[in-house]
């Protein structure tokens, strides 16, 4: 954290509004970087006060479940992103105004109160009507290739990176309208501009590159679940337990075999 304030001026570049200089790579990863700095400075925050209150004997939530840059989908960012607060949004906003059946425009409603709860300006209000838009196109593709003829095609994979890199740079524009400062018009002007044109797809092949290395780590991150839930002893209920008698059989220690693990993670998976 201190290595990045002392290096990386992202935060006042934003606040002076000193873009006219920057390319369109550079203001792209000012952007980048700020968003950076906001979740490592909330990490820090949350981290140090949940752990004084895990020692005291209290389990809390923890507020920053995956960095932003191994996040894909907007559904799955914002519930790893500030998790207390999306859980009491879900709770208190999301469900009274009738959740997944009102969600096209509910969403609407949910990120106008996040953008004023943040504060009462324009620039966020922009921020949060984009996200909330980009939402319609995730859910209409989720609901589509969602089905299971869809997942076992081969290249299923690469129709989701292909999504995802969309969604990535969705919302690196909707950041950069919503804490860019007031020289917004301009950064767009420039990344809508033909040598933009030439960068945005240049970062839209290697946004799909880095996604199949996400695949990859959600892949692994399904195997040590697994192998967890394998090595976990059945609970054993109070009362119904008897002691083993010579008599009885004694328990298999032959282990599953592989197509059965594999149908059982796979059934995780989905």
């Not at 209150?53 to 500030?82: I, K, P």
């Not at 690469?158 to 969705?170: M, Y």
């Not at 839209?204 to 394998?230: D, S």
């Amino acid at each position: 954290m201190e290595l990045m304030l002392h290096t990386v001026h992202c935060v006042a570049v934003g606040k002076l509004d000193r873009w006219d200089g920057f390319s369109v790579y550079e203001i792209s990863m000012m952007g980048y970087l700020r968003l950076t700095f906001i979740w490592l400075k909330l990490l820090v925050i949350w981290r140090f006060a949940r752990f004084w209150a895990m020692a005291d004997g209290l389990e809390t939530v923890e507020n920053m479940r995956r960095c932003m840059s191994n996040n894909y989908s907007l559904q799955q960012f914002w519930r790893d992103w500030h998790c207390s607060y999306n859980r009491w949004l879900v709770r208190y906003v999301y469900i009274p105004l009738g959740g997944r059946k009102t969600s096209t425009w509910n969403v609407f409603a949910v990120f106008t109160f996040v953008a004023l709860w943040h504060d009462l300006t324009l620039r966020l209000l922009q921020w949060a009507w984009i996200i909330a838009l980009l939402f319609l196109p995730e859910g209409l593709a989720t609901w589509y290739f969602g089905r299971p003829r869809w997942a076992a095609r081969p290249y299923f994979r690469f129709l989701c990176s292909a999504g995802g890199a969309l969604n990535i740079i969705g919302m690196m524009i909707a950041n950069l309208v919503g804490f860019g400062g007031d020289g917004v018009a301009g950064m767009l002007a420039k990344i809508f501009s033909w040598n933009g044109a030439a960068f945005l797809a240049t970062a839209y092949v290697l946004f799909n590159a880095h996604l199949q290395v996400m695949f990859e780590w959600r892949e692994l991150e399904y195997r040590r679940e697994y192998r967890a839930r394998e090595c976990r002893p059945a609970p054993i209920e109070m009362g119904t337990a008897a002691a083993p008698s010579a008599s009885s059989p004694a328990p298999s220690s032959v282990p599953a075999s592989p197509r059965s693990r594999r149908a059982k993670a796979a059934a995780h998976r989905a």
